[in-house]
């Protein structure tokens, strides 16, 4: 679905990513790990077009991203769940989630809309004419994640979803994770909360100092106590 090849990119003058390459298959979940500083961000806005390319290529089913702007990205099926959640605070819940949405562009499997976002956050919907910025972290990140999930994508991106939430809230973030997961969504998922990763992901990648440095699935991380020692801390 996703190939990066050798992806270098900067953030100012700072060079972050140093020759990145990693897959990310169909109806999956990819976690990318790693310890602050290490380029997960830049990686994630970079391949939403939020960040330039300096070398290296991105495709998404055949089509290079690489000089494409954001929005022309988002058009060929990519959403993102931003690192802060960025809600919109002067907007209601549900006019924050029918902004960007946008009709099933391949008419394939069951279409995202606000009843099915509803049924799957039902505080969502209790709230819906609330305004965003009257709402929990918690709720606010269920509300970015329902409005990424209503452009109809064929990939989620999901940037820190459980960063500065409660470890209850955290837990339920994960459930949806895997619930969507579960549905054949494709997701990209950058954490550092290492089991939130690892319980979510099929396949995981840990980005160090912008180089993949370990690629296996969970289960194999699970077994390599040195790597997450070394790398993760953990």
């Known amino acids: 679905m996703l190939d990066v090849e050798k992806l270098e990119a900067y953030r100012g ?4 990513l140093q020759g990145v390459t990693m897959q990310v298959p169909d109806a999956a979940c990819t976690t990318v790990l790693g310890r602050n500083g290490m380029g997960k961000t830049t990686m994630i806005r970079t391949l939403m077009g939020l960040n330039p390319v300096a070398s290296g290529e991105i495709r998404f089913d055949g089509t290079v991203l690489n000089r494409l702007e954001p929005n022309q990205i988002a058009r060929l099926g990519l959403a993102l769940v931003p690192q802060g959640r960025h809600v919109f605070p002067s907007l209601s819940v549900e006019e924050n989630m029918t902004l960007g949405a946008r009709k099933n562009p391949d008419g394939q499997g069951e279409p995202w809309t606000l009843e099915r976002i509803y049924d799957f956050f039902p505080n969502l919907k209790e709230r819906r004419r609330n305004g965003a910025g009257q709402l929990s972290g918690g709720e606010q990140q269920m509300l970015a994640i329902g409005r990424a999930l209503m452009t109809n994508p064929q990939l989620i991106l999901m940037d820190e979803p459980s960063e500065g939430l409660a470890p209850v809230i955290v837990q339920r973030v994960g459930e949806v994770i895997r619930l969507l997961r579960d549905q054949k969504l494709s997701i990209f998922l950058v954490e550092q909360n290492y089991r939130l990763g690892v319980d979510s ?3 995981i990648h840990i980005l160090s100092k912008g ?3 370990w690629s296996g ?6 077994q390599a106590e040195d790597v997450r020692r070394m790398h993760l801390g953990v």
């Open 201 to 203: 992901g099929d396949y």
């Open 13 to 16: 003058q700072s060079y972050v």
């Open 217 to 222: 699935s969970a289960a194999d991380l699970e």
């Open 211 to 213: 180089v993949v440095v």
